[in-house]
């Protein structure tokens, strides 16, 4: 798979450690913070990315299509 | 006359009858000399064509009366403009026909009969399909023998392709390719989709419509890789399409391969085993909405997974970005919820250690006022009373306090030691160190000589030991 794919698992993964270390008991307070901020940017960009794909990837198909124009149509 | 004799007369025109005499006549005209044979030989075994194949045809009515049930292999297929249907069926044994004749399905018997062969197969006439005819014999004087097919028995043909099919199923099985892209992990999220399609079909509108329409407003980009989706050149054509995915594999997620609008006929390719090898080899999870009503295809069976319609493929694909998103909001719930909770724990536990400690601190100062309040009780009553009320306000009160506790410590502290040492000067262990000793009787010590006789046993205690001794004489006088 490609590269945004590494991304959105990498990401999901932090995002689930995350969460269990804010279950844990014993979590130092003056982390939490720290933890807390890291997994909204985390799912925010996700987000983004899912409902913003199209543009991004598209372009990036675009790119490659212009390099080699099959006889099939992009769109 | 050799075979070879027999050919050369017939290409230089002169009937075989013509007997020896026409031999080796020299350099004269062709003609003239066709003349004059006619002329010399009345009784020519000579006949028309037409009453040679005729003689040949009512042989041929008259030995195949009746119409008969005829197994066999279409080798080609094509239909005319007044609709009807001319065949060319063999037989054969391996890869060499070993029996070949023309068909013909008439315009008229033609519209009822595909119709119905249709509808039980799924499939066209087409080339390479077995079928069982109800055929005629006929021989046409111009355009010869061939089978006027009557009638056509699906189950028949049904049974060759469900024969087919199982074979290439366990030829499947048996290369480990019927479970291979099954195999592969769907990716995580399913966004750049690579599209096999009829640009034209219906299916790929529903499907793209349906993707681009999501309610939850995901984004997906898709490329289609134009193919024909059925017929005779659909198993090529989808496998040149897939190749070309093939070699861009990496910037894509997912392949599906759709199809649907179209006639529900003629899907043949994809029972095929080249096609459904291709699907299992590929390197990326193939997904199928092939849109038919019918079983299972093959290629449905190797697909990593098969939908009934594009427009199921559109949504199995929005599900899957939907389960990722579900990860994200149960992660973002969960995160607020910890975090809240660990936050309130940590408030709860710093007021639960600040009101112990308020309670603490209370009960120390408690002790220490009451302590206070018992000492000044007692101070005011003792001759400290006037020093006292003289810092009473000053605010060395507490230390004031402390020096007269200890002043009154050390008061009574001298007065417990006189009191020890009185005691101790008591101990009867001191005396008899002196040189004293505690004489007794039946255990009770004797202070006085009164009433001892003569013979009496006393026990006397010293500083270190004891003894007994017997009375010899005793007296009442002082010692």
């Excluded at chain 1, 909204?40 to 987000?47: A, F, P």
């Excluded at chain 2, 502290?413 to 101790?424: I, N, S």
Aim: charge should be neutral.
């Amino acid at each position: 798979m490609g590269k945004r794919e590494t991304g959105y698992k990498e990401a999901i993964e932090e995002i689930e450690r995350i969460v269990a270390e804010l279950e844990a008991e014993n979590i130092d307070v003056d982390v939490i913070a720290e933890k807390v901020k890291r997994a909204t940017h985390l799912i925010t960009v996700c987000k983004n990315k899912l409902k913003g794909a199209e543009e991004q990837v598209q372009k990036a198909l675009e790119e490659l299509n212009q390099q080699d124009r099959g006889d099939d149509e992009p769109f | 006359m050799s075979k070879a004799q027999f050919t050369d007369r017939l290409q230089r025109g002169i009937h075989v009858g013509g007997m020896e005499k026409t031999e080796r006549r020299g350099g004269n005209s062709h003609k003239a000399q066709r003349a004059a044979e006619h002329g010399l030989f009345a009784e020519p075994p000579v006949q028309r064509l037409s009453e040679l194949l005729g003689r040949i045809k009512s042989v041929i009515d008259g030995t195949f009366e009746d119409t008969c049930w005829v197994v066999a292999e279409i080798a080609e297929v094509r239909m005319n403009q007044r609709g009807h249907c001319y065949l060319a069926l063999v037989e054969k044994q391996g890869d060499e026909t070993i029996a070949q004749i023309r068909a013909t399905i008439w315009s008229y018997a033609y519209r009822s009969l595909a119709a119905q062969f249709e509808r039980a197969t799924g499939e066209v006439l087409r080339q390479g399909m077995k079928v069982l005819v109800l055929a005629e014999v006929t021989f046409h004087t111009v355009h010869g023998l061939s089978l006027n097919i009557r009638d056509l028995d699906p189950s028949y043909t049904m049974g060759e392709m469900a024969r087919r099919k199982r074979e290439t199923i366990e030829r499947l099985t048996r290369e480990g390719l019927i479970d291979l892209n099954k195999g592969l992990d769907l990716p995580l999220v399913p966004q750049r989709i690579a599209v096999v399609s009829s640009p034209t079909a219906a299916g790929y509108g529903d499907f793209t419509n349906h993707l681009r329409n999501n309610p939850y407003g995901y984004g997906f980009s898709f490329r289609l890789f134009s193919a024909v989706m059925q017929g005779p050149e659909a198993e090529h054509s989808i496998g040149a399409a897939l190749g070309k995915v093939a070699a861009r594999a990496g910037i894509y997620d997912l392949v599906v391969l759709v199809r649907g609008g179209g006639s529900q006929v003629d899907l043949n390719c994809f029972d095929s085993y080249s096609l459904a090898a291709e699907v299992a080899r590929f390197p990326l999870p193939v997904i199928t909405g092939i849109g038919h009503d019918r079983d299972e295809t093959v290629v449905d069976m190797v697909a990593h997974t098969r939908c009934k319609t594009p427009t199921d493929v559109a949504q199995f694909i929005i599900s899957g970005v939907r389960d990722f998103e579900e990860r994200l909001l149960d992660g973002q719930r969960r995160v607020g919820r910890s975090a809240e909770r660990a936050l309130r724990e940590q408030r709860h536990r710093l007021t639960a250690a600040l009101k112990d400690f308020r309670h603490h601190a209370m009960q120390s100062l408690g002790a220490v006022r009451r302590r206070l309040d018992a000492a000044q009780l007692r101070l005011t009553a003792a001759p400290g009373a006037a020093l006292l009320r003289k810092t009473d306000e000053s605010r060395s009160l507490q230390k004031d306090i402390e020096k007269a506790v200890k002043e009154t410590v050390l008061r009574q502290g001298t007065r417990l030691e006189k009191l020890e040492q009185a005691v101790r000067h008591l101990d009867p262990v001191n005396v008899l160190r002196r040189g004293y000793s505690i004489t007794s009787l039946g255990g009770r010590p004797l202070v006085s000589a009164e009433g001892i006789k003569k013979g009496t046993v006393v026990r006397t205690v010293l500083y270190r030991g004891w003894i007994t001794s017997t009375v010899e004489e005793s007296g009442d006088g002082q010692a």
